[in-house]
């Protein structure tokens, strides 16, 4: 090690010492704090985050599989068939949504019902997901 | 004994069971999200980081920006901390990067440093630079080292920073890391005498 530090002239002398002899201060005391603070502010952030993966999965997997449930139920139980031959009066029933589907909604009440029904389940799952959004951009 | 005076003796006890603990242990304690185990961690290392960030930065308010921000970088990425190492030297290795990415950003924004010490130092007609000025220059030229020259010789100078421990830091086999000492005093030296030589001129120019 010596032959690589040991000091060659004056100038090698003086570089030694200056960086040698450069005291060893005190960290502030408003660093140890400062860090506490940010630290909670990470870890308050890195809370609200989890909290919002989860409740995001949780809306997806809701979403999802009430969505795979309803199409598991009408295929194995043959809604269509069920309600159009199996159920008094239910193909009277499917053929009045089906001819105020086919037709201008004009015709029919029962038409805008059934739209209505449809916009106002993705207005909700618009507006759930909404305020999850606005709950982590703005969590802070 | 009053409410307060029971809450303070059971904060102190906790305090004292933190302080009794290795930092090991206390990293583990981080890693599984307790805020006091790594509150204890920084004040443990608060003063060698701080002078490793004064060491590149040289100013005292920058070096404890670059503390804040290498204690939270180490907090980011402490899942990540295998315990390879010792928690001191991965808080070097953590601390070195921050503040060399901070300063190779200001030399990329060409930003000047112009500190009221180097003012005085140049433009002074009255005395030549005085010997502590010098040295403080001198170790400004430190900065202008390549990466991991700096790194090298801001570790080496500091208290109680072995080769071993260095070497570690720089993943780095011990003879290496030799060479690149010689080559860092070698490198230093070329600069230290090309700012001394060039203070000299502006001092006689100015004379």
């Known amino acids: 090690m010596t032959q690589y530090s040991e000091p060659i002239d004056d100038l090698d002398a003086l570089i030694e010492a200056a960086l040698a002899e450069e005291p060893f201060l005190k960290a502030p005391l408003s660093l140890h704090r400062s860090v506490d603070a940010r630290v909670r502010v990470i870890s308050l952030r890195e809370h609200e985050q989890r909290r919002f993966s989860v409740s995001m999965l949780t809306l997806v997997l809701l979403f999802s599989g009430s969505i795979l449930l309803t199409g598991l139920m009408l295929w194995f139980t043959n809604l269509s068939l069920l309600m159009s031959d199996g159920v008094s009066g239910g193909k009277g029933w499917i053929d009045y949504y089906t001819t105020s589907w086919a037709m201008s909604f004009s015709s029919y009440q029962g038409g805008y019902s059934l739209v209505a029904s449809f916009v106002l389940v993705l207005i909700t799952f618009f507006l759930v997901g909404a305020t999850q959004i606005h709950k982590f951009l703005y969590s802070e | ?207």
Request: charged share 30%; with cysteine; glycine share 4%.
């Open chain 2, 1 to 207: 004994m009053t409410r307060e005076a029971a809450v303070k003796t059971c904060a102190q006890v906790l305090d004292n069971r933190a302080e009794a603990l290795g930092d090991l242990e206390l990293v583990r304690r981080s890693q599984s999200g307790s805020r006091e185990a790594f509150s204890e961690l920084v004040r443990r290392h608060q003063h060698l980081v701080y002078n490793v960030a004064y060491r590149y930065m040289r100013d005292a308010t920058l070096a404890e920006d670059m503390a804040q921000e290498s204690f939270v970088k180490a907090y980011r990425l402490l899942k990540g901390f295998r315990g390879d190492c010792s928690f001191t030297t991965w808080m070097y290795r953590v601390t070195s990067t921050t503040c060399l990415t901070e300063l190779n950003k200001r030399k990329k924004r060409g930003e000047v440093e112009l500190t009221a010490d180097n003012g005085s130092l140049m433009c002074s007609t009255e005395h030549k630079p005085a010997e502590k000025d010098m040295k403080e220059q001198i170790r400004r030229c430190v900065t202008r080292l390549s990466d991991r020259y700096a790194t090298i010789v801001t570790l080496y100078y500091l208290k109680g920073i072995s080769y071993d421990e260095i070497a570690e830091v720089m993943s780095v086999p011990l003879g290496t890391l030799k060479t690149w000492m010689f080559r860092a005093r070698k490198q230093l030296r070329t600069i230290v005498e090309k700012e001394l030589t060039d203070n000299d001129a502006v001092f006689r120019t100015h004379r």
